[in-house]
């Protein structure tokens, strides 16, 4: 299965893509992770995306194709992928099709994460990343089972209510129209995201195995 993970900032699109890469057994390509990655590296690209990451503002098309086709191009990804964060804009879902259809390839699912914006500044603010084992907790909803992880979580610069509202601008602007696109082609699936993580895993797993 080639999978498109579309949702607005904090709808659960990580969280979900752990449940559903263990459950198929393809590698997520999330762009957000490789780009504070290329950030923590401090590469001269890695500080060229800080300026956007930090600003809230979705970081240009062609710098983030580049990242998507080199990694879409390994072999774990040649049985299948999830994507989380990309496509982001028409530009970068147009590119994706070309790309693939190059490779005789095409994608078949995009499930969309629906949850309304008053709660996701509640689920961005408590989030946490294990950088150990790459569990995404929240400090209410996800709480870490012990001190010792909860004293190692990593809280992202960018997940403040300033700059989640520029995100929210982003996504409503730039990212929303992939909606009536991926609606058009057939492909889209809506999900809805409110409830407890359980229950929105079971949705999607009913969805990809055709009886939601
Ligand atoms: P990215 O990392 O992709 O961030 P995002 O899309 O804003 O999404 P998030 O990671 O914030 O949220 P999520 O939906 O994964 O939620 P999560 O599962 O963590 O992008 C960051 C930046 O990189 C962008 O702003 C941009 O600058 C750049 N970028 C990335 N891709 C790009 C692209 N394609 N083009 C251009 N720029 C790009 O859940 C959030 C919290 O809620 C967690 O704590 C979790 O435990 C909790 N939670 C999850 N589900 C539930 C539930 N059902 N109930 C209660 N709590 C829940």
Redesign the pocket.
């Given at each position: 299965m080639n999978i498109i993970?579309l949702?607005?900032?904090?709808?659960?699109?990580?969280?979900?893509?752990?449940a559903i890469t263990h459950r198929l057994g393809i590698p997520q390509v999330?762009?957000?992770?490789?780009?504070?990655a290329a950030i923590k590296k401090q590469t001269p690209r890695g500080l060229e995306?800080k300026t956007?990451?930090d600003?809230?503002?979705?970081?240009?098309?062609a710098?983030?194709h580049a990242l998507?086709e080199d990694r879409l191009t390994e072999p774990d990804c040649a049985s299948g992928f999830l994507l989380?964060?990309?496509?982001?804009?028409v530009v970068?879902a147009k590119w994706l099709d070309g790309m693939l259809e190059a490779r005789g390839r095409s994608i078949s699912h995009v499930l969309l994460?629906v949850?309304d914006d008053a709660?996701?500044l509640?689920?961005?603010v408590?989030?946490?990343?294990d950088p150990v084992t790459g569990h995404?907790?929240?400090?209410?909803?996800?709480p870490p089972p012990t001190p010792e992880i909860a004293a190692r979580l990593i809280h992202?610069r960018?997940?403040t209510a300033d700059?989640l509202s520029l995100?929210l601008r982003?996504?409503h602007n730039k990212t929303a129209p992939l909606i009536p696109y991926y609606e058009n082609a057939g492909l889209l699936r809506r999900v809805d995201?409110?409830?407890?993580?359980d229950?929105?895993k079971r949705r999607i797993a009913d969805v990809l195995e055709g009886g939601g």
């Open positions: 993970l949702g607005p900032p904090g709808a659960g699109k990580g969280t979900q893509a752990e999330s762009t957000g992770d490789i780009i504070r995306f956007y990451t600003a809230g503002a979705l970081v240009p098309d710098l983030v998507v989380d964060g990309f496509p982001r804009t970068q994460i949850v709660v996701i509640e689920r961005i408590g989030r946490g990343l995404i907790y929240h400090t209410k909803f996800d992202r960018d997940d700059v995100r982003e996504y995201g409110f409830g407890p993580v229950d929105v």
